[in-house]
C-alpha cells in the first residue's frame, strides 16, 4: 500500500465582540514655580481620583480595577533660538489607568475627565474577559487543526490517496520545518485603539465610543500519513 507524508499548516481566526476597556489618562503641569507646578498636578489628580473611586465596584463596575502613580516632578533649563538657556521650567505628572466593563459609563467618564485641567486622555485599549479569552482559545485551535486536516485530505486526494492519519501536531517551526514561524497564538488584538463621535441633541453633545472586534488566531503544524 502506498504512503506519503503530507506536512500542512493549518490556521484559524475569529472576531470577538470587546468586553473590557482600558483607558490611560494622564495629568500634565509646568511653568516657572515648582510649588504652584506641584499644587496644580495634585489638584488635578485629585479630581480625575474621585471620578474613578465615585464608579469603581471590582464585581459590579463600572470600573473593575484603576491604578495610579504618586506626582513626579523635574525640572529642565531649556536654550532659547540664540543658543542662550533659561531659567528653569518644571513639570509635574500622574498617569492614571482604569478598566471598563460598561462603554457607556467609559463615554461619560472619558467626557468628565478631558473636562479637567491638564489632563490627558491618551489611549483606550479593548479586550476580552479572561474567560471568554479561555473559550476563544480553545475554539481556534480546535478550528486550526480541522483546517490543516481538510488541507492534507485535499493533497492525499489530488494524488490519489484516501485517508489521512496525523502523526504529528506542533505549534510553527516544531516539526523541524526551517520555514515555520514562532508560536502557535497570535496575540489578542483589537482592530483599532479607539473610535468616538459626538452624539445627542442640539447643544447637548455627547462622546460616543465604538469598540471594535478583538481577533484571536491559531496557527498549527500538522504533519500525517496519506494512505
Same mark, same amino acid.
Given at each position: 500500500?502506498?504512503?506519503?507524508?503530507?506536512?500542512?499548516?493549518?490556521?484559524?481566526?475569529?472576531?470577538?465582540?470587546?468586553?473590557?476597556?482600558?483607558?490611560?489618562?494622564?495629568?500634565?503641569?509646568?511653568?516657572?514655580?515648582?510649588?504652584?507646578?506641584?499644587?496644580?498636578?495634585?489638584?488635578?489628580?485629585?479630581?480625575?481620583?474621585?471620578?474613578?473611586?465615585?464608579?469603581?465596584?471590582?464585581?459590579?463596575?463600572?470600573?473593575?480595577?484603576?491604578?495610579?502613580?504618586?506626582?513626579?516632578?523635574?525640572?529642565?533649563?531649556?536654550?532659547?533660538?540664540?543658543?542662550?538657556?533659561?531659567?528653569?521650567?518644571?513639570?509635574?505628572?500622574?498617569?492614571?489607568?482604569?478598566?471598563?466593563?460598561?462603554? %457607556? !459609563?467609559? $463615554?461619560?467618564?472619558?467626557?468628565? @475627565?478631558?473636562? /479637567?485641567?491638564?489632563?490627558? +486622555?491618551?489611549? *483606550? &485599549?479593548?479586550?476580552?474577559?479572561?474567560?471568554?479569552?479561555?473559550?476563544?482559545?480553545?475554539?481556534?485551535?480546535?478550528?486550526?487543526?480541522? %483546517? !490543516?486536516? $481538510?488541507?492534507?485530505?485535499?493533497? @492525499?486526494?489530488? /494524488?490519489?490517496?484516501?485517508? +489521512?492519519?496525523? *502523526? &504529528?501536531?506542533?505549534?510553527?517551526?516544531?516539526?523541524?520545518?526551517?520555514?515555520?514561524?514562532?508560536?502557535?497564538?497570535?496575540?489578542?488584538?483589537?482592530?483599532? $485603539?479607539?473610535?468616538?463621535?459626538?452624539?445627542?441633541?442640539?447643544?447637548?453633545?455627547?462622546?460616543?465610543?465604538?469598540?471594535?472586534?478583538?481577533?484571536?488566531?491559531?496557527?498549527?503544524?500538522?504533519?500525517?500519513?496519506?494512505?
Amino acid at each position: 500500500m502506498a504512503e506519503t507524508t503530507i506536512t500542512v499548516q493549518g490556521e484559524f481566526s475569529a472576531w470577538y465582540p470587546a468586553e473590557r476597556a482600558t483607558v490611560a489618562a494622564s495629568v500634565l503641569t509646568d511653568g516657572p514655580d515648582r510649588d504652584d507646578v506641584f499644587t496644580r498636578a495634585v489638584e488635578s489628580s485629585d479630581a480625575v481620583r474621585n471620578l474613578i473611586e465615585s464608579i469603581h465596584d471590582k464585581a459590579a463596575g463600572p470600573i473593575t480595577w484603576w491604578s495610579s502613580d504618586s506626582v513626579r516632578v523635574w525640572s529642565e533649563r531649556p536654550w532659547n533660538s540664540q543658543g542662550k538657556q533659561l531659567k528653569a521650567v518644571f513639570h509635574a505628572a500622574v498617569d492614571f489607568s482604569a478598566k471598563f466593563s460598561d462603554f %457607556d !459609563a467609559l $463615554a461619560r467618564w472619558v467626557e468628565s @475627565a478631558a473636562g /479637567i485641567d491638564a489632563v490627558t +486622555v491618551s489611549s *483606550i &485599549a479593548w479586550n476580552l474577559t479572561d474567560t471568554t479569552r479561555t473559550s476563544a482559545t480553545v475554539e481556534v485551535r480546535s478550528r486550526a487543526v480541522k %483546517d !490543516a486536516v $481538510a488541507k492534507a485530505t485535499v493533497f @492525499a486526494q489530488s /494524488i490519489g490517496l484516501g485517508s +489521512v492519519t496525523a *502523526i &504529528a501536531l506542533a505549534d510553527p517551526g516544531m516539526l523541524g520545518d526551517p520555514s515555520g514561524g514562532g508560536g502557535g497564538m497570535r496575540p489578542v488584538s483589537a482592530r483599532s $485603539a479607539m473610535s468616538s463621535t459626538m452624539v445627542g441633541g442640539p447643544g447637548v453633545p455627547e462622546l460616543a465610543l465604538k469598540p471594535e472586534e478583538i481577533s484571536v488566531a491559531s496557527i498549527v503544524d500538522a504533519r500525517f500519513i496519506a494512505r
